[in-house]
């Protein structure tokens, strides 16, 4: 893939890039190792303040950066400013919080005695340079929850974004830069996905993130494994919206459809396979079709659009085979599932009934507006059905009654549960999944502490 902003609502270039060559990329990685010796020793107070300013100065650029978002990848731009708004938000949370998530921790004297110690404290002290491998979903968010945090630990960031935000990619090098964090604390690489590897393998790395593809999580990971190094991954999702019979279905079917269309569909933690149990579901299936057919889809640079298009020709391809594939298995398409005539990678909001396990679509993630149904024919069947997955980021549950909220805090296999409301990622709780959703944590202090040395510091007698 080309580095370069095409713009997804009508298939139009705007701006290329040429990689950088072997010896700029050398250039920086000593700029990032040199800059460690030092930022490394900063207190967070001074670490906080950048921070912060960094956050207002995003504020400041909230409409601007909106825009070129939407241009890059095609999210409404309400959203878009939307994202803007919670990188300043995480930001300061980071600014406030990092030291109290970091501070020593001391043991017991009684429980370290026995080793001959008079007292031992625990310390997180930063690796060094952490390269992030982003996607180009939430160009501003994936890149500042990693950021934020990594920041206020005392690493410094090496940026591989998708090649189709390098706009994005490059402004969020601009931001810290002009917040006044010294130079090579956070740098954009504009390179090629075939240069990750590399990188990875050099010595003055020392950690990596991704968020992205299973493939792409696997040839992260099988390299920093065999470079011992550190690896948090965030890949797909597949995550079930589960409807019981005692739940408010006025408000579910509501949320669903906004669960399932944020960023217009392409979200890891987008609700995808809507679980519903027999009793109530024709009356969900009734109001979630006709709150999916409802949607504005259009222009996501008009203040009006629900529904912009897909990222790329590809992802519009990809989706399209996979409703095609579950339509001549026998599924029934309650609305969408034509590609529309024009301009632009578009694909109408579409949900799939009638789902079995034999279909592509019940086994791979559908990364667009394209959602299943499902009936179950009580609570053991909608826990089997949502366990049926290679996937476990997140889930939601709809039910008042606290025993069945039990159950599936219980036995969900998921990251998260999220009861009554629609996943959503915040500053204060982590987030990550499981099997190959990945592993790891990013936000909150789980987040903050996985790119840290823990050191055991013992004091004899």
Same mark, same amino acid.
């Given at each position: 893939?080309?580095?370069?902003?095409?713009? &997804?609502?009508?298939? *139009?270039?705007?701006?290329?890039?040429?990689?950088?060559?072997?010896?700029?990329? *050398?250039?920086?990685?000593?700029?990032?190792?040199?800059?460690?010796?030092?930022?490394?020793?900063?207190?967070?107070?001074?670490?906080?303040?950048?921070?912060?300013?960094?956050?207002?100065?995003?504020?400041?650029?909230?409409?601007?950066?909106?825009?070129?978002?939407?241009? *890059?990848? !095609?999210?409404?731009?309400?959203?878009?400013?939307?994202?803007?708004?919670?990188?300043?938000?995480?930001?300061?949370?980071?600014?406030?919080?990092?030291?109290?998530?970091?501070?020593?921790?001391? &043991?017991?004297?009684?429980?370290? @005695?026995?080793?001959?110690?008079?007292?031992?404290?625990? %310390?997180?002290?930063?690796?060094?340079?952490?390269? /992030?491998?982003? &996607?180009?979903?939430?160009?501003?968010?994936?890149?500042?929850?990693?950021?934020?945090?990594?920041?206020?630990?005392?690493?410094?960031?090496?940026?591989?974004? /998708?090649?189709?935000?390098?706009?994005?990619?490059?402004?969020?090098?601009?931001?810290?830069?002009?917040?006044?964090?010294?130079?090579?604390?956070?740098?954009?690489?504009?390179?090629?996905?075939?240069?990750?590897?590399?990188?990875?393998?050099?010595?003055?790395?020392?950690?990596?993130?991704?968020?992205?593809?299973? &493939?792409?999580?696997? /040839?992260?990971?099988?390299?920093?494994? *065999?470079?011992?190094?550190?690896?948090?991954?965030?890949?797909?999702?597949?995550?079930?919206?589960?409807?019981?019979?005692?739940?408010?279905?006025?408000?579910?079917?509501?949320?669903?459809?906004?669960?399932?269309?944020? $960023?217009?569909?392409?979200?890891?933690?987008?609700?995808?396979?809507?679980?519903?149990?027999?009793?109530?579901?024709?009356?969900?299936?009734?109001?979630?079709?006709?709150?999916?057919?409802?949607? @504005?889809?259009?222009?996501?640079?008009?203040? #009006?659009?629900?529904?912009?298009?897909?990222?790329?020709?590809?992802?519009?391809?990809?989706?399209?085979?996979?409703?095609? #594939?579950?339509?001549?298995?026998?599924?029934?398409?309650?609305?969408?599932?034509?590609?529309?005539?024009?301009?632009?990678?578009?694909?109408?909001?579409?949900?799939?009934?009638?789902?079995?396990?034999?279909?592509?679509?019940?086994?791979?993630?559908?990364?667009?507006?394209?959602?299943?149904?499902?009936?179950?024919?009580?609570?053991?069947?909608?826990?089997?059905? =949502?366990?049926?997955?290679?996937?476990?980021?997140?889930?939601?549950?709809? @039910? %008042?009654?606290?025993?069945?909220?039990?159950?599936?805090?219980?036995?969900?296999?998921?990251? !998260?549960?999220?009861? $009554?409301?629609? @996943?959503?990622? +915040?500053?204060?709780?982590?987030?990550?999944?499981?099997?190959?959703? !990945?592993?790891?944590?990013?936000?909150?202090?789980?987040?903050?502490?996985?790119?840290?040395?823990?050191?055991?510091?013992? +004091?004899? =007698?």
């Amino acid at each position: 893939m080309p580095i370069a902003t095409v713009n &997804p609502a009508n298939g *139009e270039t705007i701006k290329t890039y040429e990689p950088m060559d072997e010896e700029e990329l *050398e250039r920086r990685l000593q700029l990032a190792e040199a800059t460690f010796r030092t930022y490394r020793t900063t207190s967070f107070a001074e670490r906080a303040a950048l921070l912060e300013r960094a956050a207002d100065l995003l504020d400041e650029d909230q409409a601007d950066i909106g825009r070129v978002m939407t241009t *890059e990848m !095609g999210k409404p731009v309400k959203q878009a400013r939307a994202e803007a708004a919670k990188c300043a938000k995480a930001m300061r949370w980071y600014a406030a919080h990092a030291e109290a998530l970091l501070a020593d921790e001391e &043991p017991d004297p009684s429980d370290v @005695t026995d080793s001959g110690a008079s007292r031992a404290v625990v %310390r997180y002290r930063p690796l060094g340079p952490v390269l /992030a491998v982003m &996607p180009w979903n939430f160009p501003l968010w994936q890149v500042v929850r990693f950021a934020a945090s990594a920041l206020m630990a005392g690493n410094v960031g090496l940026l591989k974004h /998708a090649s189709n935000v390098p706009q994005t990619a490059l402004y969020l090098e601009d931001l810290f830069h002009r917040a006044g964090f010294p130079e090579g604390c956070f740098q954009t690489l504009l390179v090629g996905s075939g240069a990750i590897d590399d990188i990875l393998r050099d010595e003055r790395v020392k950690a990596a993130t991704l968020t992205g593809s299973e &493939p792409a999580g696997r /040839a992260v990971a099988s390299t920093a494994g *065999e470079m011992i190094k550190k690896t948090v991954l965030e890949l797909g999702g597949s995550d079930p919206f589960i409807v019981m019979p005692s739940a408010d279905l006025d408000r579910a079917a509501q949320v669903a459809v906004t669960a399932r269309v944020q $960023n217009n569909g392409q979200s890891c933690i987008a609700a995808k396979r809507f679980i519903v149990h027999a009793d109530v579901y024709d009356a969900f299936a009734e109001r979630f079709v006709a709150g999916m057919r409802a949607l @504005t889809v259009g222009d996501p640079l008009e203040e #009006d659009t629900e529904v912009g298009p897909l990222a790329s020709e590809q992802g519009r391809d990809d989706l399209e085979e996979l409703v095609d #594939d579950a339509r001549r298995g026998g599924a029934r398409v309650l609305c969408g599932g034509e590609r529309p005539d024009g301009p632009g990678w578009y694909y109408p909001p579409t949900v799939v009934a009638d789902v079995t396990r034999e279909m592509r679509i019940h086994r791979e993630e559908t990364f667009g507006p394209v959602a299943t149904l499902y009936r179950a024919r009580d609570l053991d069947e909608a826990v089997l059905i =949502a366990n049926d997955s290679l996937f476990g980021l997140s889930s939601n549950v709809w @039910t %008042r009654d606290e025993a069945e909220v039990d159950r599936f805090v219980r036995d969900l296999e998921a990251g !998260g549960v999220f009861v $009554n409301g629609m @996943t959503a990622s +915040h500053p204060a709780l982590p987030f990550g999944g499981v099997k190959r959703s !990945g592993y790891g944590r990013e936000l909150s202090g789980h987040g903050i502490r996985e790119f840290c040395n823990i050191t055991t510091v013992w +004091h004899g =007698a």
